[in-house]
């Protein structure tokens, strides 16, 4: 069974600093990929990054990079130059690459605050 | 293009009351997962379908029946709701032939009240 667990239930950060979110993650399966999604207060879900397992270098994208730590199974999110508009929940989750359902196993998330 | 769309958005039931959750998508993705949410929870899994006819269970499939009769839509059952259902329950689809590799495309959730 995979298995994330995300340890800050909430965190602040000033307007235009970085900030990381933690994530650690547990799985048996050689081959797997992350994903970091953003929820703001409206309750869509909003895909920000992907990490795969075999992938040589961090993801990035935009103010969003992804620190992946394989042998730490870790793979947290930095947000650069942090905005009012990041204040949200963000969830990272798990995928199975190696079956054939491409199940997303979920962390309980880490509500951001960004403070002017 | 709507993406993933969901009927009802809200609901309130009353205890042993059935009803349909509703999920269309439109972007021919394989793959269709239905979702609850709970506060302090994050997102777990009820029932998820790889195709047209098929269906399988999630992590949390008690109380729930679910149906993909088309490929297009993906419907989730509630046969005898109870308290324990109030929820947030996210529909989402994907296909690995398209964009991100394995990216799950959220609909807007329906908020379900059970009494």
């Known amino acids: 069974a995979q298995k994330i667990t995300q340890t800050q239930p909430g965190m602040f950060v000033q307007e235009k600093e970085a900030v990381t979110l933690d994530c650690t993650y547990d799985?048996?399966?050689?081959?797997?990929?992350l994903f970091w999604y953003k929820q703001p207060s409206s309750g869509e879900m909003i895909f920000l990054i992907y990490?795969?397992?075999?992938?040589?270098q961090n993801a990035t994208e935009g103010r969003y990079s992804l620190n992946f730590q394989k042998a730490r199974k870790s793979a947290n999110l930095v947000i650069s130059a942090s905005q009012l508009g990041d204040s949200a929940m963000y969830f990272c989750?798990?995928?199975?690459?190696?079956?054939?359902?491409?199940?997303?196993?979920f962390g309980k998330g880490t509500l951001l605050t960004v403070n002017p | 293009n709507a993406g993933v769309t969901q009927t009802p958005k809200f609901r309130v039931l009353k205890t042993g009351q059935s009803m349909t959750l509703l999920c269309a998508q439109d972007?021919?993705?394989?793959?269709m997962y239905w979702y609850r949410q709970d506060p302090g929870m994050g997102l777990r899994l009820i029932h998820y379908?790889?195709?047209?006819?098929?269906?399988a269970k999630g992590e949390v499939p008690d109380g729930y029946n679910v149906s993909r009769l088309k490929k297009q839509n993906f419907l989730l059952g509630l046969e005898s709701a109870a308290p324990s259902q109030t929820s947030v329950y996210f529909c989402?689809?994907?296909?690995?032939?398209?964009?991100?590799?394995?990216?799950?495309?959220f609909g807007p959730g329906t908020r379900l009240t059970v009494t």
């Open positions: 972007m021919n993705h394989e793959y």
């Open positions: 989402a689809s994907s296909s690995p032939l398209s964009g991100h590799p394995y990216e799950q495309y």
């Open positions: 989750a798990i995928e199975n690459s190696g079956g054939s359902n491409y199940k997303l196993t």
């Open positions: 799985t048996s399966d050689p081959s797997y990929g």
């Open positions: 379908s790889v195709g047209e006819g098929t269906t």
């Open positions: 990490q795969g397992s075999y992938d040589q």
